[in-house]
């Protein structure tokens, strides 16, 4: 009688732990469809599905999270190309003007050379656009090869159209030092911060650095063009932020920076004497 009972036991316990594990799992299922729904409330039960029920909390969280991010992303990227058309209207405007000028009396060439400049500053303004979709698009694409840092400079100092004389003091030690990262596009940082430079009317001389020790390898780009002033930076690698007396459009550092940490790097500004500093590094692969 006694083995019976403890069958019967046996049998019973059983049954209603599959009943409560069915029971357990339409739980599971509930909870995933009231998340589902934006009901993100979680009943406080602990039992050996609490493991689990905890897992799928955290998962849809985080695809909740990155589903925001992306439309975060999305907007934004209709503010840049809304900021980017706004800024196109100028020279738009000015070349309309320039036109009916033309038209009306005999074009002079100062009145030319206007409508050249416009028609110039049109076309940066586009390769910019086509610059800033293209990095936007290859966050996870960035090349991993190895660059000579005196390699990188020479070839970001060749694209800058540096129509006075400025004098480059570029330190040898750029020589032996290597980073891993996307050659052309991390020239295209260094070319936005030598134009940075370039572009201040005091700047006549520019000094080029690196340095190496067990974490990072650095370079730094150092002008003497009277530094920048300090409420300004923390704002200076914002996209299509701009001081009034600025003749850029506000895109060549925010593109730097953004770049720089595409290729698992940061960049930072201070002032030096009579001048800034930029100092970009990239942490050493092991």
């Known amino acids: ?31 995933i469809e009231n998340m ?21 909390y955290k998962l849809f969280i985080a695809l909740v ?3 925001e991010q992306t439309v975060d992303n ?39 050379l206007i409508l050249k400049r416009q028609l110039l500053r049109l076309n940066t303004l586009s390769d910019i656009l086509l610059k800033l979709s293209s990095l936007d698009a290859k966050e996870d694409l960035m090349k991993k090869e190895r660059i000579n ?21 570029v330190s040898d030690s750029l020589e032996t030092l290597f980073i891993e990262g996307d050659f052309y596009w991390l020239a295209e940082a260094v070319t936005n911060i030598l134009k940075n430079a370039y572009n201040r ?5 520019i000094k ?26 923390k704002k200076i690698f914002r996209r299509f932020y701009k001081t009034p007396d600025s003749n ?3 895109i060549g550092l925010a593109m730097a920076k953004s770049i720089v940490e595409k290729n698992k790097g940061e960049i930072n500004v201070s002032n030096v004497e009579n001048g800034a500093k930029f100092e970009i590094k990239f942490y050493n692969v092991t």
């Open 1 to 31: 009688m006694i083995y019976i009972l403890w069958i019967f036991s046996l049998l019973s316990l059983y049954y209603w732990l599959e009943y409560r594990k069915k029971q357990r799992i339409n739980e599971l299922l509930q909870l």
């Open 36 to 56: 589902n729904k934006k009901n993100y409330t979680i009943p406080m039960k602990q039992d050996d599905f609490s493991l689990l029920e905890d897992g799928l």
């Open 65 to 67: 999270e990155a589903r």
């Open 74 to 112: 999305a907007q934004r990227q209709i503010e840049y190309l809304e900021d980017i058309a706004h800024q196109i209207k100028t020279p738009i405007t000015s070349m309309q003007f320039s036109l009916e000028t033309i038209e009306v009396q005999e074009a002079s060439k100062s009145e030319l």
């Open 149 to 169: 840092l005196a390699e990188l400079v020479e070839y970001a100092s060749e694209t800058v159209d540096f129509r006075r004389n400025v004098h480059f003091e």
């Open 201 to 205: 009317p005091l700047c006549n001389h």
């Open 208 to 233: 080029i650095d690196s340095r190496r020790n067990p974490l990072f390898t650095s370079l730094t780009i150092q002008d003497n063009g009277g530094g920048i002033a300090r409420e300004n930076l």
């Open 248 to 250: 850029g459009f506000g």
